[in-house]
């Protein structure tokens, strides 16, 4: 089995930064697409940044600029770097991964637990 672990969430103030890392753990032959989503206080989840496995990035308008999202393949772990944060980047951050399973031709898709981030003075 594998396991997504998302770290690196807490407490900043607006203009501040966060470095989250996603890293997967198990009988992984290779991670492709990763992307980070976050969940806003009752409000639908959504798409923050996504990196494929060749190393192409995309963002969500509200981001562009102020977020970088970034993969080290030896370490299994994407990053998200966040900076010039707002109170509106509030929320719970989880990655979504597909990975190539040792054994397995085909793609599985995991997520990992979360992690909040809020952005308050």
């Known amino acids: 089995q594998v396991q997504l672990v998302e770290s690196g969430g807490g407490l900043v103030q607006p203009g501040g930064s966060l470095r989250l890392s996603c890293t997967a753990s198990?009988?992984?032959?290779?991670?492709?697409?990763v992307g980070w989503y976050r969940q806003p206080p009752g409000q639908q989840r959504e798409l923050v940044a996504r990196?494929?496995?060749?190393?192409?990035?995309n963002y969500a308008d509200s981001v562009k600029g102020r977020f970088t999202i970034s993969r080290d393949n030896a370490k299994n772990t994407v990053y998200l770097q966040m900076n010039s944060l707002k109170p509106e980047d509030t929320a719970v951050y989880s990655c979504?991964?597909?990975?190539?399973?040792?054994?397995?031709?085909?793609?599985?898709?995991?997520w990992g637990q979360g992690t909040q981030v809020t952005v308050s003075s």
């Open positions: 198990g009988s992984i032959y290779r991670i492709n697409n």
């Open positions: 979504n991964a597909e990975v190539s399973l040792l054994g397995f031709s085909r793609l599985f898709n995991y």
């Open positions: 990196i494929t496995s060749g190393g192409s990035t």
